[in-house]
């Protein structure tokens, strides 16, 4: 009776032994299946629809809502300006690069934070310093500019709309003799020096709507292009026989003004005279024509806008038997 019970006592106490031994050994093969089964279940994933190549970049993303493009002639038909010229930074927080630099005095210590240095006027930083320059373009565009900034030397075309400029003075512009564009719509300005722009041998496109001009300065020879829409020019503040000698001006755009009558004489090379929304009551028979010379064709003047005018056109029949079109207006 005593050997069964001995060994009824170690029969149990090999089968304790025997779980406790199996736990560490279960635990250690279920470790090392984990990572198989993790990997078997990396490779069952389908990964492909998650590329990202330049081929469906857009498909993925869609930056259509993202870009706004703007035409700037300046540049080659297949080169696209993307947005505005970015804000300018704070003046105040830009160093004053006309003067010699120094060498930096040492400040004592202070615990109300770092001393910024004193503001600097924007119309004495470069351009390129408020604006974006590339190559020979200058942007200012929606720059809070109140002035013509320093321009470089070699601009060929600048673009300063939507900005608080009030006037345009002789020494903005310079010794810039290859400049060929001026884009200065949407400002304050409201007067301009006699020779801010005379002076500018290359210059081709003035272009200067939604202003608050009373007068036109004088023009260099070089013009092609004057834009001077929707300002407040009367005709007195225009010179007389303005554009007689301008033998390159084609676009004479001066509608939505206070004029009086037709700025004449007028070039042959005109192309396009818009006059509309003005207070032109009367013309001459000469306006236009020669009246001694009734075999002369006008060919590239075809487009005159008078609408908006007080003046009735059908009363000056023999003003217009040069054109090859009758100008835009009433005729009754």
């Avoid at 490779?43 to 870009?67: A, F, M, R, V, W």
């Avoid at 064709?297 to 806008?305: F, G, H, N, S, V």
Wanted: charged share 25%; glycine share 4%.
């Amino acid at each position: 009776g005593c050997r069964m019970r001995t060994m009824a006592w170690l029969g149990i106490a090999s089968l304790c032994l025997g779980a406790a031994w199996a736990v560490p050994a279960k635990e250690e093969r279920r470790k090392m299946e984990k990572p198989k089964a993790d990997l078997a279940l990396y490779e069952s994933l389908d990964l492909d629809n998650y590329d990202l190549t330049l081929d469906n970049y857009g498909d993925i993303l869609d930056l259509s809502n993202y870009e706004e493009l703007y035409d700037y002639g300046d540049l080659a038909p297949k080169i696209e300006v993307g947005t505005l010229a970015p804000r300018p930074k704070d003046p105040a927080a830009l160093p004053d690069l006309g003067t010699t630099p120094e060498t930096p005095k040492l400040q004592p210590p202070t615990t109300t934070g770092p001393i910024r240095p004193p503001p600097v006027p924007a119309q004495a930083l470069p351009s390129c310093l408020l604006c974006l320059c590339i190559g020979t373009s200058v942007y200012c565009d929606d720059s809070d500019l109140e002035h013509i900034p320093l321009l470089p030397p070699e601009t060929t075309y600048l673009y300063a709309r939507f900005n608080r400029i009030g006037a345009i003075r002789a020494s903005d512009f310079t010794g810039l003799k290859k400049l060929k564009r001026i884009d200065l719509s949407s400002n304050f300005i409201s007067w301009a020096d006699a020779d801010a722009f005379r002076l500018l041998p290359s210059l081709q496109e003035l272009i200067l709507p939604e202003n608050r001009l009373t007068a036109l300065p004088e023009l260099p020879r070089s013009i092609v292009r004057l834009d001077a829409r929707l300002n407040r020019i009367p005709s007195t503040g225009l010179r007389p026989e303005a554009f007689r000698d301008l033998k390159q001006l084609q676009f004479l755009h001066l509608s939505d003004n206070q004029l009086d009558y037709i700025p004449v004489p007028l070039p042959q090379s005109l192309r396009s005279l818009h006059l509309q929304n003005n207070n032109i009551q009367t013309m001459h028979e000469d306006t236009f024509c020669d009246s001694q010379d009734h075999s002369q064709i006008r060919r590239a003047l075809e487009d005159i806008r008078l609408d908006g005018n007080p003046i009735n056109l059908s009363l000056f029949p023999n003003a217009y038997f040069c054109l090859p079109r009758l100008p835009t207006g009433h005729f009754f």
